[in-house]
């Protein structure tokens, strides 16, 4: 199936730092979706993003839908030790075979 | 709390054993996912159901493994004969399918699968 490629696969920064990760595809979707994984849970999702251009806030997270539709990218500001965990990326459409990516491991030292 | 939820959290089992796991999604949601997810990887998606019909299903669900939802509401995976590879976190998730789409996938806790 096709690859969701997420850059850089971890980042470990100090408390009160701007994060920022993303998501490219060779592929085109009309939907990005963004999780976040505590370990030993589920996915929660974060942000849905449904039009190329996209900008859209939940709290401190941002997450842009690319203008190419290939890509969508995902800002933290003011990080916290709770922002700690595992970011995914998700494509939206019909193929139900294409998985998610690899994620990006976030650390954050109090 | 309406969330997704999965039963068991855990579940060890020796290699050779049945296991079953079951889900139950959010009420209003008419689809219903399977994924498999091992240490340092995404989920992997195996199959998917829309109300009772299973619309779609991964070649890595081999025939060891059967997914029911019977009522389209809550679902069951089987695993026959379980192989060490089988141990993994197995993941419920669910949407609510519209004419515009069905993107936004609520996941539940998982059940932590140990084959010994």
């Known amino acids: 199936g096709q690859q969701l490629n997420q850059s850089p696969q971890s980042m470990f920064i100090q408390e009160g730092e701007d994060v920022s990760m993303n998501c490219t595809s060779s592929?085109?979707?009309?939907?990005w979706l963004w999780y976040k994984q505590d370990p030993g849970e589920g996915p929660v999702l974060l942000i849905a993003?449904?039009?190329?251009?996209e900008l859209t806030s939940n709290g401190r997270l941002t997450a842009q839908f690319g203008i190419t539709r290939k890509d969508s990218f995902l800002n933290i500001s003011a990080s916290i030790p709770s922002d700690v965990g595992i970011y995914f990326c998700h494509y939206g459409g019909s193929n139900y075979k294409l998985t998610f990516g690899k994620g990006t491991l976030l650390t954050v030292n109090p | 709390d309406t969330g997704v939820s999965q039963d068991p959290r855990h579940k060890i089992t020796k290699r050779g054993q049945n296991v079953t796991f079951r889900c139950d999604p959010i009420?209003?949601?008419?689809?219903l996912y399977w994924y498999r997810q091992t240490l340092g990887q995404g989920p992997e998606f195996l199959t998917y159901?829309?109300?009772?019909?299973?619309?779609?299903k991964s070649r890595l669900l081999s025939d060891r493994f059967s997914a029911e939802r019977p009522k389209g509401s809550f679902s069951t995976l089987e695993i026959q004969r379980t192989e060490q590879g089988d141990s993994a976190m197995y993941l419920c998730?669910?949407?609510?399918?519209?004419?515009?789409?069905?993107?936004?996938?609520?996941f539940g806790p998982g059940t932590r699968l140990t084959v010994t």
């Open positions: 009420s209003e949601h008419n689809r």
């Open positions: 592929s085109i979707f009309n939907t």
């Open positions: 159901f829309q109300n009772e019909a299973q619309l779609e």
């Open positions: 993003l449904y039009k190329a251009g």
């Open positions: 998730a669910s949407s609510l399918a519209t004419t515009g789409g069905s993107y936004e996938q609520y």
